[in-house]
C-alpha cells in the first residue's frame, strides 16, 4: 500500500477538526501535519497541536527559506503547511492536510500523484450557521466573513476527489476512513 497525501478541506465550523481527530484514533498509518499560522489562539487552543502559533514575522522569515509546502491568508492571518514535516513523515505515514481550497488545489498541483482531495460539507447552510455560533469564538464581523467564505468554498466542490457529507459524525469518519484505504491501495 502506498503513503498518501490526504487533503480534508470544507468550511469553517463543519467539524474538519473532530473528524479528523476520530481518523487518527481509528487509523495508525495516519498523521495528521500541524499547520504554522499567525492568528491567536482560540480558547483551548494549544501551541503544536492545534497549530504552531507563530509571529508575523517568524512567518515571513519562513516564507524566504522556503519552509512552507504551501501558504495562504485567511481573513488577515497567515496559515502555512510545513515542507518538511510532510515530506519526511510520508516515507513511513499517510498524511493528513486540514487546509483551505486554495492550499488543496497547490499541494495537489505539486504532489498530484500522492494528492487525495476531500471536501467535507454541511448537510445546510442553516446548519453551519448554527454551529458557527455555537462556537462563540468570533465577533459577527467575523463570523459573517466567514459565511461569505463558505459560499466560496462549497463553489469549489467540482474540485475535489470527493464531496463528503457530514451528517453524523460516525459515518462520516467511516465513509473518509473507505476512501483512504481504498485510494492507498490503487497502484499509480
Ligand atoms: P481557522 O482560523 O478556522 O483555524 O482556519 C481558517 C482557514 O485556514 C480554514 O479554512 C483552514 O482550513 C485554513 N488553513 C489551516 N491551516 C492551513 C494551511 O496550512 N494552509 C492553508 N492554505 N490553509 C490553512
Known amino acids: 500500500m502506498r503513503n498518501i497525501l490526504i487533503v480534508i478541506s470544507g468550511p469553517s465550523g463543519v467539524g474538519k477538526g473532530t473528524l479528523v481527530d476520530l481518523l487518527l484514533q481509528e487509523d495508525q498509518s495516519l498523521v495528521k501535519s500541524v499547520s504554522c499560522t499567525t492568528r491567536a489562539p482560540r480558547e483551548g487552543e494549544k501551541d503544536g497541536v492545534n497549530y ?17 509546502l504551501e501558504y495562504d491568508e485567511h481573513f488577515g492571518n497567515f496559515y502555512g503547511t510545513p515542507r518538511s514535516f510532510v515530506e519526511r513523515r510520508l516515507r513511513t505515514h499517510s498524511v493528513i492536510l486540514e487546509i483551505d481550497v486554495v492550499g488543496a488545489l497547490n499541494a495537489k498541483r505539486l504532489m498530484s500523484k500522492e494528492t487525495v482531495l476531500i471536501m467535507v460539507t454541511p448537510p445546510s447552510s442553516e446548519e453551519l450557521e448554527v454551529r458557527l455560533a455555537a462556537r462563540g469564538s468570533e465577533s459577527d464581523e467575523e463570523r459573517a466573513a466567514r459565511l461569505r467564505r463558505v459560499r466560496y468554498e462549497l463553489e469549489q466542490a467540482p474540485l475535489y476527489d470527493y464531496v463528503v457529507v457530514n451528517d453524523d459524525l460516525q459515518r462520516t469518519k467511516n465513509e473518509i476512513l473507505q476512501i483512504i484505504r481504498n485510494e492507498k491501495e490503487k497502484t499509480i
Open 52 to 68: 504552531y502559533f507563530i509571529s508575523r514575522q517568524e512567518f515571513r522569515a519562513r516564507i524566504a527559506e522556503n519552509d512552507f
